[in-house]
């Protein structure tokens, strides 16, 4: 069980060049299969008052939490994309099977998406989902209007290739979207349409949305710990909704350290759950938050 303290940033350093306000690119054509895509989601999550149970609510809080914390926070985000700790290749294979559920995209495309985003903080044409081109289009509007650079396989692939030449990640990136009919077919069998409703379209629309909100929000309101060299902002709302990642501040400033939340009311539940894994063996080589900035 390793683990791994950054050092803090030398000085405060000017924003680099990437920051510099630059005319934002038209707007690729809209894509209409996109708009059906989350149209229909959105309006059979809007059928969830006529099918309402307690357990089907129950069952989406549960998959929300699979999915989005485990799935897309733990998983995705810190362990694929940021390499913030390591597991078993086994067990790294099931979380990133666990993040292909939450219908996010698969692995690569992913990682590569956010990887992007880092490199290019804001910029509003080389961010994928650049908060300085608006709330709607950080927040949604970069998916139905795909840029090629965003959604071709070839420019992902290069963003993330560690996880590329593994056939199991492109393989979940050709059929993540397909894994979602044994999860409806299991939820129905179990507990027949209400659970479907609530299990796969309920479910999968607030977790987006909650995802969404750290791409929009977390770049335009909240307060800042660090010197980012952004706008990036930690907010409280938002990291309750992501069980940690609106601590985006902290995020963006120390983007390697596995823990989010660093002060004692900055709650991060996805890093109690990488702190379990550490303390039973499962994740080492995890990076701590500078020691120096805890005091």
Known sequence: ?????????????PLPPRMAPETPNPRPPLSWPSVIFFGAFHGLALLAPWFFSWKALGVAVFLHWLFGSIGICLGYHRLLAHRSFKVPQWLEYIIATIGALALQGGPTFWVGGHRQHHAFTEHVNKDPYSADRGFL??????????????????????????????????????????????????????????????????????????????????????????????????????????????????????????????KWYEVDSTWWVINGLRKVGLATKVVLPPAELLK
């Open 1 to 13: 069980m390793t683990a791994t303290n950054l050092m803090p940033p030398a000085a405060k350093k």
């Open 137 to 262: 289009w950080s927040h949604f509007f970069w998916l139905i209007y795909p840029s090629k650079d965003t959604f071709d396989q070839h420019s992902y692939n290069k963003k993330a290739p560690d996880l590329a030449r593994h056939a199991y990640y492109r393989w979940l990136d050709k059929y993540f979207l397909t894994l979602q009919i044994p999860v409806g077919i299991a939820l129905y069998l179990i507990g027949g349409w209400s659970f479907v409703i609530y299990g796969v379209f309920v479910r999968s629309v607030i977790l987006w949305h909650s995802t969404w909100l750290i791409n929009s929000a977390t770049h335009m309101t909240g307060y800042q710990s660090h010197d980012a060299g952004d706008n990036s902002g930690n907010v409280w709302w938002a990291a309750l909704l992501t069980y940690g990642e609106g601590w985006h501040n902290n995020h963006h400033a120390f983007p390697k350290v596995a823990k989010a939340g660093w």
